[in-house]
């Protein structure tokens, strides 16, 4: 079942950031298609992704959307497109649909779900 959260996040995105509201959606899909078993929340502003545990979370900003990842920091960076230097967290940060392809998100959910679920 849907969280009606999540719609009305994703309502809003759409009202007042549209161009955004491309890159959620497609973000959402891939992590949502990324197991068999992923559930989301709206927890921080943004939606949250789990499988065993959280693995990721798509953020929507006045002018670019983030990808974050929860454990981030052990995660392999093969296209190093990740950013931030904090202890656990990265980040790839997101301006059009086309950069979702370009850097290579859908390995990098699925290295972090594969990491959550140990």
């Not at 502003?45 to 990808?67: E, Q, R």
């Not at 301006?95 to 990491?115: K, P, S, T």
Request: net charge negative; glycine share 8%.
């Amino acid at each position: 079942m849907k969280d009606n959260r999540i719609q009305a996040l994703l309502n809003e995105i759409e009202l007042h950031r549209g161009e955004q509201f491309a890159i959620v959606t497609r973000l959402r899909d891939i992590a949502l298609a990324s197991g068999s078993a992923i559930t989301e929340e709206l927890k921080y502003g943004g939606i949250l992704f789990s499988s065993k545990d959280s693995f990721c979370g798509i953020f929507s900003y006045a002018h670019h959307v983030t990808l974050e990842f929860s454990r981030g920091a052990t995660l392999p960076d093969p296209h190093a497109v990740l950013e931030g230097t904090g202890k656990l967290r990265r980040h790839i940060k997101l301006l059009q649909v086309a950069d979702i392809e370009a850097n290579h998100v859908a390995q990098y959910v699925e290295m972090a779900r594969q990491a959550a679920d140990g």
